[in-house]
């Protein structure tokens, strides 16, 4: 089992900077994969980005170039966020996946006022 706790959320004005933090706690050998995801109201979930073990790193099309994942192995994931647009509004949810399973963090908001 993993736990996972997010903080660095809030509200920021377009153009902003915000940076998310995610610790993993729990029983657990690996985590292969870390990182963020998010839900805007009336929308799917989407990937933010995610980070490997080894550093292979995924970015969505829309925060690349504004985005910077990073990760504190094993058990630490940051998002840092610059640029912020109104767009980017939404909860934003730590994610981990190991061998044994896909594991999620409780949430936190981060607002962008137009």
């Known amino acids: 089992q993993v736990q996972l706790v997010e903080s660095g959320g809030g509200l920021v004005q377009t153009g902003g900077s915000l940076r998310l933090s995610c610790v993993a706690s729990?029983?657990?050998?690996?985590?292969?994969?870390m990182g963020w995801y998010r839900q805007a109201p009336g929308k799917q979930r989407e990937l933010v980005a995610d980070?490997?073990?080894?550093?292979?790193i995924n970015y969505a099309d829309s925060v690349k170039g504004r985005f910077t994942i990073s990760r504190e192995i094993p058990k630490k994931v940051y998002l840092q966020m610059n640029s912020l647009q109104f767009e980017d509004t939404a909860v934003y949810y730590c994610?981990?996946?190991?061998?044994?399973?896909?594991?999620w963090g409780r949430g936190t908001q981060v607002t962008v006022s137009s």
């Open positions: 994610n981990a996946r190991t061998y044994g399973g896909v594991y």
């Open positions: 729990g029983s657990f050998l690996r985590i292969n994969y």
């Open positions: 980070i490997s073990s080894t550093g292979q």
